[in-house]
């Protein structure tokens, strides 16, 4: 059974950096696009950024790009979003995700992946 399990949330003050990791086990890691989505209280889940199974294409959120960085280690079957320059409207459970199929190069659509954490909490005091 496929299983993505998030950590490295916590709390920061606005212009802190938080790096996330999400560890897979379960399948081929490096088979899959994985993603970051976040959802913000009395929101809907959003998308944060995608990456390919060799972690060569990337695609991003307007609101992350130029400040967080996707990036995985297929060694070490993890997935990672650093988040630079936080601010408080990034406060938010940050969830990570397995693409459905192996065909996917990358998608920033909810409905492509098919095994997600429980999510982690980021809070940005200002």
């Known amino acids: 059974q496929a299983q993505v399990v998030e950590s490295g949330g916590g709390l920061v003050q606005a212009g802190g950096s938080l790096r996330l990791s999400c560890a897979a086990s379960g399948r081929t890691f490096s088979m899959y696009a994985m993603g970051w989505f976040r959802q913000a209280p009395g929101k809907e889940r959003e998308f944060v950024a995608t990456i390919s199974k060799s972690g060569g294409t990337t695609k991003y959120s307007e609101s992350a790009k130029g400040r967080f960085t996707i990036s995985r280690d297929n060694a070490k079957n993890t997935l990672y979003l650093q988040m630079d320059s936080l601010k408080p409207e990034d406060t938010a459970v940050y969830y990570c995700?397995?693409?459905?199929?192996?065909?996917?190069?990358?998608?920033?659509?909810?409905?492509?992946?098919?095994?997600w954490g429980q999510g982690t909490q980021v809070t940005v005091s200002s």
């Open positions: 995700a397995a693409g459905r199929t192996p065909a996917l190069v990358i998608t920033t659509r909810e409905g492509d992946y098919g095994y």
